[in-house]
């Protein structure tokens, strides 16, 4: 079927949806097909529900004119969003990159908000039927659109680009992410410059952070507009940064005091501010907008119980987020200091020397407490009289209930299927 007559039933509908437990009124439903289940057999529910249309792939599923029968439902939806990209014509800011993509959307739509109708990616909706329903989303009032992209293997960024057809793009860092999907660190980087790659081939701009060698390499044919600390040939200038535990940065004659925590998130921040300045948007608004965030999702959380204070980032992990947020947490000005460490996933073959790396690495503090979660730090344990593996959570929460802690710092941080925000319930 023509993708501009389904465009034109689209622009009749106000939302699009895949799940039927989440169907609007006046909505278009896609029925696409999961690992364990076909949502061809949903459609009729998503009528009934009160979409006005449906996009199906089996034809036995038909059921009257408000049918779109395509050969592939999948297909549809990301045509159907490469469609609506062109036909809006709006500007749009694609960001990728190991660590911080989330944060960061976040942050530069809080910024950009302020002057501009905005619309970002909503949660981390950014792989191949994220992003097409990101940019689904995007309507005739929307000034300018922030589009997340995941990736994990080669290939994918050139192909959300192809959909989204980004104006500007920002790579937040090359860490050690999805090591299995791409096949070790030089594809990871590889993989997230395919973002540079579709931006010079276009002729359109990247913002650059001059701390990043790898990103001053991989962005030298692009046009570029860059940030760094205390780099006077940086387009913004970030004249000092502090993190204790709050992330505080001065800028011109600005400080900027925000409710994230660690430095690692101050690239996070100094990248919103750029891309602010570059969309000239007044220092003061820029301010009330960083200013005015707080993260939540398991995000870099401060959180209080009791008489201990948690830095709660459990959403996810890989070495690199790792190793900077327990170098964060160690420079911190707190006597009284432990960890909840959980199992990095997705390092295939990289997995027990990574793991073995992060214990190796605190190895050499005897001052902190840490508590090591998971199948792959069991497998690095050493004797230490201030260090604890567990293999499974369920064997740490049986120590857990026991375990006093007054009057501490604790970080926990591990990948989001280790779901280590269930130990609050134990600190209460």
Not at 179 to 204: A, C, P, R, T
Not at 263 to 285: H, P, S, V, W
Request: proline share 2%; aromatic share 10%.
């Amino acid at each position: 079927m023509d993708i501009s007559y389904i465009h034109s039933l689209y622009l009749k509908c106000k939302s699009v949806s895949i799940d039927t437990r989440k169907i609007e009124l006046n909505s278009l439903f896609v029925a696409i097909k999961g690992e364990r289940f076909d949502a061809n057999t949903f459609a009729k529910e998503a009528l009934d529900k009160g979409a006005s249309y449906v996009i199906i792939d089996d034809e036995s599923y038909f059921i009257d004119q408000r049918t779109i029968l395509v050969d592939d439902s999948l297909i549809a939806l990301q045509n159907l969003a490469k469609f609506h990209r062109e036909y809006l014509k709006l500007p749009i800011i694609a960001l990728t990159g190991s660590n911080g993509k989330t944060t960061t959307k976040e942050l530069i739509h809080v910024v950009l908000s302020k002057k501009f109708n905005t619309k970002a990616t909503v949660g981390n909706l950014n792989n191949h039927i994220g992003v097409p329903l990101t940019l689904l989303s995007f309507n005739s009032e929307t000034e300018i659109g922030i589009v997340e992209m995941g990736a994990n293997h080669k290939k994918e960024i050139e192909f959300l680009c192809e959909l989204a057809k980004p104006d500007y793009g920002y790579i937040t860092n090359f860490g050690k992410a999805h090591l299995e999907g791409f096949g070790g660190v030089e594809g990871v980087i590889e993989g997230k410059s395919e973002m540079y790659q579709y931006l010079s081939v276009n002729d359109k701009l990247a913002f650059i952070n001059l701390e990043d060698p790898i990103q001053v390499e991989k962005s030298m044919s692009l046009k570029a507009y860059s940030f760094g600390i205390n780099k006077t040939n940086a387009d913004v200038n970030i004249i000092s940064v502090k993190a204790n535990p709050f992330v505080a940065i001065n800028y011109s004659d600005i400080t900027i005091s925000t409710h994230l925590i660690g430095l690692y998130n101050a690239n996070n921040i100094n990248a919103a501010l750029t891309i602010g300045k570059y969309f000239k948007i007044d220092g003061i608004a820029i301010k009330e907008a960083l200013e005015g965030y707080v993260p939540e999702n398991n995000r870099s959380q401060l959180l209080t119980k009791g008489t201990n204070q948690i830095i709660l980032d459990a959403y996810n992990a890989n070495p690199s987020s790792m190793a900077v947020a327990i170098e964060n947490f160690l420079q911190l000005e707190s006597s009284n200091k432990a960890m909840i460490l959980g199992d990095m996933f997705e390092l295939g073959a990289e997995s027990e020397q990574e793991h073995k790396s992060i214990v190796t690495m605190l190895s050499k503090d005897k001052n902190v407490k840490c508590y090591f979660v998971g199948s792959a730090f069991y497998e690095s344990k050493i004797e230490k009289d201030n260090f604890w593996f567990y293999d499974t959570f369920e064997s740490f929460s049986d120590d857990l209930s026991e375990i006093k802690f007054d009057n501490s710092t604790i970080l926990i941080k591990g990948s989001r299927g280790m779901a280590l925000e269930r130990t609050l319930g134990f600190m209460d």
